[in-house]
């Protein structure tokens, strides 16, 4: 126990977070001991690339601070998957599709940024009304129904695997975290972010260009955003108007449980990476052992206010 | 303190915000009678303000909450679980007295597990109730089972449909309510504190206000109230539904911003809230019979809520217009 207790930070994060996700395997192969081959490895790795490029984007938000949030990313995802699919009704060349998914997805993101930066809103009340407007206008134009047409060179990345590994997986997730890790380690850009996450006003003061980097991250985020409603296109072959469903909480779960503080100027993408795996990982298992998945949202709400609260606690333990 | 001096607007003198707004319904009226000969009906108009009785309800709790800088998400799942425990008693032909105790009793306890988890775990509110809404949700599921509660007996509802000197009971407890809050926040410490937390937080501790007290209450306060409306809830439909409450934290949240209520903290209205809530059900209500899907409706609801802060935020920072700067 002294050497958990001695662990600070991200190193602390990972080995709580590689404690649960050995509570959650165990648990499972008690249960259900036949879940365990490479197929579900695969879906794992499938499920999670959607939450990770989402989670990525809400953990830099809240990252930088400022009371930031993204709450309208699962609207996005959901939006920018079905601008995609629609503007290629309108005779969009479809090897154009995956740039205006994730430019769709970026213009989204800006429009959030211009609310919380230029008209100086809240970030969880101007982000909660994007997330009506985006998800709302998904389903209202769609009527509901999933728009078909995916075309099949994309499905073959979507669908294909390598090793047991989804290639959206290898070629989108890992490097965007791969980049998103360095950039906030070794590069001024990435440094400014903690710094104006830890103190805002002192961020400003030494000349930070705190706006500019604050807009920044809420397009990027929203391109994420774009980019896993493309994942979703080239994996499930439509566009579905409900795919963002629930990501929202998902991705806050993932960056929280990520070690990322609410407050900001606290934590890595490292941790959130692990997190994400844990959350899919969590709810894979319940699927397998056919658990209705309402009980998946219970589940994940219960884990975000439970990080919440364990990090108050240890925090006052700390002190 | 001249926040505070402005705040709450008076019973019977309307501030600018709330003239506009009035005007804004009886055009939205004016509007919806021309393009819909379905429209101005004495049918519809009660449909509108039967539509608008849990909102009322529900928007007033939301008003304490955000003039204090909290928001609470999960307030219209915690309408439905309080709706369910409610359908249970009177469709096992309980008393309508004991479902009439039962939703404020739900409200509260489950305003005490957000107080709890927001204000003792010191969680910031959108996060923490964003949690919580994902827990009651699957509670509500848990409870029903995947099944409407429906056919409920009317024992609930012959209580509550009568009229006390001809005026009905769910306009009688509204206007009680909405009385209550008002003494409370023009006549008692606590509507001092509850705006001056809004301002700062961070302030009105060091002046000694008890902050955690205060909020824990206002979120008890915004759960009892909301209990109430599932009484009436129950009352009207005679059935509780899956998706019960899915959009009534967004109407609520539009519905105060519209009325003027700050969500900077520190300004509110009651009376704003109460047209907040007209206008918005009568547009919802309007686009409907003008054939608008009701898939769009919390598109218009969000596209309200940016717009009305959006346009906050630029009028603040315009200059003063020459009869602005005679007031100040």
């Given amino acids: 126990m002294r050497t958990l207790r001695n662990l600070q930070g991200p190193a602390l994060t990972l080995a709580l977070l590689c404690a649960l996700w050995l509570i959650v395997i165990v648990g499972l192969l008690a249960l259900k001991p036949s879940v365990f081959n490479l197929g579900t490895v695969t879906t794992i790795l499938q499920f999670s690339t959607i939450l990770a490029l989402v989670g990525l984007g809400q953990g830099m938000v809240i990252l930088a601070g400022g009371t930031g949030i993204d709450l309208s990313v699962g609207g996005a995802v959901s939006l920018s998957a079905i601008i995609a699919m629609l503007s290629l009704k309108l005779g969009l060349p479809p090897v154009l599709l995956p740039a205006v998914c994730i430019l769709a997805g970026a213009a989204l993101g800006a429009l959030n940024g211009l609310l919380v930066n230029g008209l100086a809103l809240l970030p969880f009340i101007a982000t909660l009304g994007t997330f009506f407007v985006y998800s709302g206008v998904a389903l209202a134009v769609t009527g509901g129904a999933a728009q078909s047409g995916v075309p099949g060179w994309l499905l073959l990345w979507g669908r294909g695997v390598v090793a047991g590994i989804p290639v959206p997986f290898l070629t989108l997730a890992i490097p965007c975290f791969a980049l998103a890790g360095l950039a906030l380690m070794a590069t001024a850009w ?70 990322i503080a609410i407050t900001g100027g606290r934590g890595g993408v490292g941790g959130v990476f692990a997190a994400v795996l844990l959350l899919v990982t969590l709810k894979t298992g319940l699927l397998q052992l056919n658990i209705n998945t309402v009980w998946q949202v219970g589940i994940v709400g219960a884990l975000l206010v439970f990080v919440l609260l364990a990090d108050r606690l240890s925090q006052r333990w700390r002190s | ?22 005007v804004a319904c009886l055009l939205a009226i004016a509007i919806f009678s021309v393009a819909s000969p379905h429209y101005a009906t004495p049918g519809n108009a009660v449909t509108v303000l039967r539509n608008s009785v849990e ?53 509260a306890l489950l305003g005490c597990v957000t107080a709890a988890v927001v204000v003792l775990g010191r ?21 029903l089972g995947g099944q409407w509660l429906s056919g409920l007996p009317s024992s609930l509802t012959d209580l509550l449909a009568t009229t006390v000197l001809g005026i009905p009971v ?27 937390i809004g301002n700062s937080e961070e302030k009105a501790r060091l002046s000694g206000i008890p902050v955690i007290k205060v909020r824990f209450l206002t979120f008890v306060i915004s759960g009892v109230l909301t209990g109430i409306a599932a009484t009436f809830y129950v009352a009207t439909y005679r059935n509780v539904e899956m998706s019960i409450g899915s959009t009534s934290a967004l109407d609520a949240i539009a519905a105060v911003i519209l009325g003027g209520t700050s969500i900077l903290g520190g300004r509110c209205s009651l009376l704003g809230t109460v047209l907040g809530v007209l206008l918005l059900r009568i547009l919802q209500n309007g686009l409907l019979l ?8 919390p598109v218009v609801t969000g596209v309200l809520v940016i717009g009305v802060l959006g346009f906050e935020a630029v009028s603040n920072r315009l200059p003063l217009t020459r009869f602005q700067r005679a007031r100040a």
């Fill in chain 1, 190 to 259: 990435g440094r400014w972010i903690y710094a104006m996450g830890f103190n805002e006003r002192s961020a400003r003061l030494v000349g930070i260009p705190v706006d500019r980097v604050r807009f920044i991250l809420y397009a990027l985020s929203g391109a994420l955003a774009g980019a896993a409603g493309l994942v979703s296109l080239a994996w499930l072959g439509s566009g579905r108007p409900n795919i963002g469903q629930n990501l929202e909480l998902e991705s806050l779960t993932a960056a929280m449980l990520g070690g």
């Fill in chain 2, 1 to 22: 303190m001249s926040a505070v001096r402005q705040s709450g607007s008076g019973v019977f003198s309307m501030n600018g915000r709330e003239w506009s707004l009035l």
């Fill in chain 2, 55 to 107: 909102l009322l309800l529900i928007g007033l709790g939301m008003t304490l909450l955000l003039a204090m800088g909290g928001i609470d998400v999960s307030i219209g799942i915690v309408m439905g679980l309080a709706a369910i425990a409610i359908g249970r008693i009177v469709g096992a032909d309980g008393s309508p007295f004991v479902a009439l105790v039962a939703g404020p009793l739900v409200g």
């Fill in chain 2, 123 to 143: 969680v910031p509110a959108i996060v923490g109730t964003l949690g919580l809404l994902g827990v009651y949700r699957t509670a509500v599921f848990a409870l």
């Fill in chain 2, 170 to 196: 769910p306009a009688l407890v509204i206007a009680v309510a909405y009385l209550t809050v008002w003494l409370a926040l023009r006549r008692t410490p606590y509507g001092l504190h509850l705006l001056a």
């Fill in chain 2, 290 to 297: 003008i054939g608008v899907p009701s898939l769009w409706q």
